[in-house]
């Protein structure tokens, strides 16, 4: 989520400012002509399949940022050990603690050889800037993430009323597999620029999060027969209720989460040297060409 959230808004704020033209820096002129009359540039555009890529001034922007994602896209198998970011695709956690406490239910799980797999695998429903607002529309959709650990440990209380003796705890272990299908993350997200140099930061995020359903296989919770099957089919359910139906709770989680976080990375770097970079990241490339990228993807360590 964090990776989509830096891509988004570091795209979005190359593009945008409120000041007079004759204030803007250069980048940020070249970026202007490619803005309609209401202030709108779409950034990214994903051509219907069978159709052919526009390549008319207006979308030269948009074909550029696509290279560009791709190429992050293709990156994220080895990450960016530069700056401190493991391989994405997949993640892979040696050992974790995840601890969930919410009214009579409280667990807390070891999970061992954590794998993570699909964060590389969206699409790009929307991804407009206006440069009048200083806001930018995106949408994204995953189709399946994919979590597995080969093995769980688990110490659940499921606490009723305790002062009665209705509780129940339960220790177990076993492997975990957790696919989260028709992951889609929409929302805007608000900026402020620098004029001639200096950091750009982010003012405010909001998103809404919708989730198609999720599959679990998660063994060894009270044996592995119909009891088991039928925790898995109840936490299926659950977690598709708990996401669509608290939107407000999560995106402000999100807000408060991420955006503090991106702005301290953001801050202290030279702005507009990081849009040069972008800008210039497809010189002397086409639309078609093959996307090629420094990167030799990790052995499995656990193969």
Known sequence: MRFLIVLASFVAICAAGTLPNHQRHPIEQRLLQFADQNGDI?????????????????????????????????????????????????????????????????????????????????????????????KITFDFNFSN???????YETDTLIDALRQLGLSVEYEGSGSLLFDLINLRIKGTLKYKLPVLW???KILSLKTTIGLGAVEADITGFMGNGRINSAINRQL?????????????????????????RVNKMLKGKDFWTLVDLILS???GENEDDPIVVNCVPPADPWA
């Open 42 to 134: 779409e950034i990214f555009a994903e051509p219907e399949q069978g159709e052919g890529v526009e390549v008319a001034p207006q979308f030269i922007v948009s074909w550029q940022l696509r290279r560009m994602i791709r190429k992050l896209q293709k990156q994220m198998a080895c990450g960016w050990p530069d700056l401190g970011i493991p391989p994405l695709a997949p993640l892979r956690i040696n050992e974790a603690n995840l601890n969930l406490k919410r009214g009579i239910f409280e667990t807390i799980n070891h999970v061992f050889r954590l794998k993570v797999a699909g964060l590389d695998d969206f699409k790009i429903n929307k991804f407009k800037l206006n440069v009048i607002t200083s």
């Open 145 to 151: 993430i994919d979590t597995t650990a080969q093995k």
């Open 198 to 200: 200096g950091s750009a």
């Open 236 to 260: 299926e359910n659950a977690v598709v209720k708990l996401i669509n139906e608290n939107e407000q709770s999560i995106s402000d989680a999100i807000e408060d989460t991420i955006v503090p």
């Open 281 to 283: 990241s497809s010189d």
